[in-house]
């Protein structure tokens, strides 16, 4: 495994029929069918392989019920494990779609509406499903030949997949879904071409059908060659081959948030000079980015350097960078002070800043010196998702749907420990007296994030309140205390 040490992210995707419309499990009586026109929560399935046999994939649905088959080809999606009659075969076309075949009965999978059945001895129109990806479309490319990382190389103007750790803004990576195909958007707005340019604008040239082998994937052009990486420095473009091979297969994992963090010194905290961390640098580098991973469960986060090594609590307070395994010393909680933050440890003591600008967690109360800045560097371009969707500019007004399968990209400003959000137009978010969030602001106004889950945030109003997305799909900035339609994926 590669230093970052990430399982793949588990593949997402709702299923698409030759109708347009998307394969759904209903939450009522565990029913199926194929009406719906846009991906939302039940139309999301979860890719599940066979630990023996890697070609047989089982599709779980968002109430955790398997899609199965029997002899007569009945279809439901009631099973609650894996059973003989949820175990399928993908069967891929040239124009990407899928045929699913039932491994016990052989037959197709197919149908329209409330039609669906598992009988059809041959592919057809109706047995054929398009894939779109339900996963946060931005992510980290893991080569799984070369084992390394895909980043923006921006003095040789390519993709270049030759990184041991996905650092910095230039390691994300942005899927854009467009008309059943998707294109690879690097940190600076440009799209990757088949031979290995990146572009301002996308076109047939940047479209790549999505394929899936073994449980990667795999970028196939408008020529019906794959994506790989080419050459020392792994320069991403397609290549010869016709049929993906290891060259030409990829993880997606998830992109962790990566932060600079200054203290009441004006300094940024830094490993520059050594194992121990102290508040000493005037400028930015990879030694004063730090990536937050947040444990599910407990919330807490581990602070890990460019080097892959975690902060640790040791003797007398003091705080190093040598852990090269997670322990409860290399557990922190942060509390999120409007913009600032303060860090407590594993002793239950805040670290602050001393004179000379080490770091020691000794205090037992937050004052000047146990706050500091965090600059969230890594979300340059904010796709945010919440329990009901996407957020999107509402068509004809200036305020903001929250539960749209399609989403926007919306720009992120740092400034001075808050962030400003920019829309499509080059207008600035804002909250009105009425509570709602526009997207028409002349000047920016300040925001504050708080990254307090595994790979969500909160998102707070000058006004002190959090962005919620409303019953009816709206974004209002009015949450009194955080609930689930407060946090977003990013």
């Not at 996407?390 to 399609?406: E, Q």
């Not at 007296?433 to 028409?440: F, H, R, T």
């Not at 339609?485 to 990013?490: I, P, R």
Request: glycine share 10%.
């Amino acid at each position: 495994m590669p230093a970052n040490g990430n399982p793949p992210l588990k593949l997402q995707f709702g299923l698409i029929n030759h109708e347009g419309r998307y394969l759904t499990a209903e939450n009522f009586g565990f029913k199926l069918n194929a009406s719906a026109p846009s991906l939302k929560k039940k139309q999301i399935w979860t890719l599940e392989q066979d630990s023996q046999e890697t070609q047989v994939v089982y599709l779980r649905s968002h109430l955790g019920r398997y899609l199965a088959s029997d002899k007569d080809g009945k279809v439901t999606c009631e099973a609650d494990g894996h059973n003989s009659d949820c175990r399928f075969l993908i069967i891929p076309q040239s124009d990407g779609r899928w045929a699913l075949q039932s491994e016990q009965y052989l037959r197709f999978f197919g149908g329209s509406r409330d039609y669906l059945s598992c009988f059809a001895q041959i592919i057809t129109d109706a047995e054929l499903w398009a894939m779109h990806l339900a996963l946060h479309p931005q992510a980290n490319l893991l080569s799984v030949a070369r084992k390394r990382y895909a980043h923006l190389s921006t003095e040789d103007g390519e993709i270049a997949v030759d990184r041991n750790i996905p650092w910095g803004v230039e390691a994300l990576v942005t899927l854009v879904y467009l008309d059943g195909k998707y294109c690879l958007k690097t940190c600076d707005s440009r799209f990757l071409s088949s031979d290995g340019k990146l572009l301002t604008e996308n076109g047939r040239a940047t479209a790549y059908t999505l394929e899936l082998k073994c449980g990667k994937l795999a970028f196939k052009d408008c020529e019906g060659k794959y994506l790989s990486p080419m050459g020392p420095t792994g320069t991403l473009r397609s290549g010869r081959c016709s049929k993906p091979g290891k060259d030409e297969l990829f993880d997606l994992e998830e992109s962790h948030p990566q932060v600079v963090l200054m203290a009441a010194n004006g300094r940024y905290v830094s490993n520059r000079q050594g194992v121990s961390l102290a508040a000493n640098q005037e400028d930015e580098t990879d030694t004063e980015t730090f990536q937050m991973e947040i444990d599910r469960e407990s919330k807490m986060c581990t602070f890990r350097t460019s080097q892959g090594c975690y902060w640790a609590l040791v003797a007398h307070g003091g705080i190093q960078s040598t852990a090269t395994e997670v322990s409860a010393n290399t557990m922190f909680s942060v509390e999120w002070l409007s913009h600032k933050v303060a860090i407590k440890a594993s002793n239950g003591k805040y670290i602050c800043t001393k004179k000379n600008g080490q770091l020691l967690a000794v205090s037992d109360t937050i004052g000047d010196d146990e706050q500091l800045t965090l600059k969230l560097i890594n979300r340059p371009m904010l796709i945010l998702r919440g329990d009901n969707g996407f957020i999107c500019h509402h068509r004809g007004s200036n305020t903001l749907d929250a539960s749209r399968s399609v989403y926007d990209i919306f720009t992120l400003q740092y400034s001075n420990g808050a962030y400003h959000i920019k829309g499509v137009g080059g207008r600035y978010w804002y909250v009105n007296s009425a509570g709602l969030v526009c997207s028409d602001g002349e000047a920016p106004e300040d925001f504050a994030l708080e990254l307090l889950e595994r790979g969500r945030l909160a998102i707070r109003g000058k006004n002190g309140k959090y962005l919620r997305g409303d019953q009816g799909g709206t974004l209002k900035g009015d949450g009194l205390s955080l609930s689930s339609s407060a946090l977003w994926e990013y």
